[in-house]
């Protein structure tokens, strides 16, 4: 009757063993990976979706509080080498992005960078933000000339006039897990579910309250 194994038996059980503890090491080492790789897409598509709004703000900026004839004088107005072309207006070296701004009109056609009339045409804005290979978009709509801008804690617009958008400052979400980090900024939809801490879970993303509406009669 033997009392011990054979050496060979031993041996065997040790690489069982070893094999064991190296497919968990694996698995542990391909689930932080993945993590990690999952929290910088997410990271890069936040930080695009607010290049996008920082170029829906600067837009709106130079539309209500410039005075400028056309499209290509609201670009140079901006700086730091901004540029229109095809109705759109191009710039660098925005909040670590780049931005994209078109400009429509009331036919969903881009408004040329030469128009005179362009302020009369312009009823809706989309910023194109890039950053670190992720590209987001924020749309919005434009006040025609005449329009108002009502400051205050979720102003309204005075009866008869219109609300175009509201600039939201701090969305709630209704989720069953994690919340949404704030979306500021002139938009008509609701913040991304992407800036939740767990956005798997995270289902409607609505903005609850404002500081400015912007109103036309």
Known sequence: MRLFPQKGSVLVFSLIILSIILSAAITVA?????????????????QSYQVADSGIELALQKIYKGNHA???????????GASCAGGTISKNNVVGGN??????DNDGNLVTCAATDWRDKVVRIKSEGSA???TRVV?????????TII????PTCPGGQQTLSRRWTTPAC???G??????????????????????????????????AVMCQS
């Open 99 to 104: 931005i994209k701004v078109s400009f429509y």
């Open 30 to 46: 391909t689930v932080s990976i993945t993590n990690q790789r999952s929290a910088s897409s997410t990271g890069k598509s936040v």
């Open 132 to 134: 670190f290979g992720t």
């Open 139 to 147: 749309e919005t709509a434009v006040a025609a000339a005449g329009a």
């Open 70 to 80: 056309t499209l290509s004088a609201m670009a140079t107005a901006m700086g730091g």
């Open 178 to 211: 994690g919340a949404c980090a704030p979306y500021q900024g002139w938009n008509g939809s609701p913040t991304s579910c992407e800036s939740c801490v767990d956005w798997e879970k995270c289902h409607i993303c609505y903005a609850s309250s404002w500081d």
């Open 151 to 154: 400051l205050g804690v979720n």
């Open 174 to 176: 209704s989720a069953s």
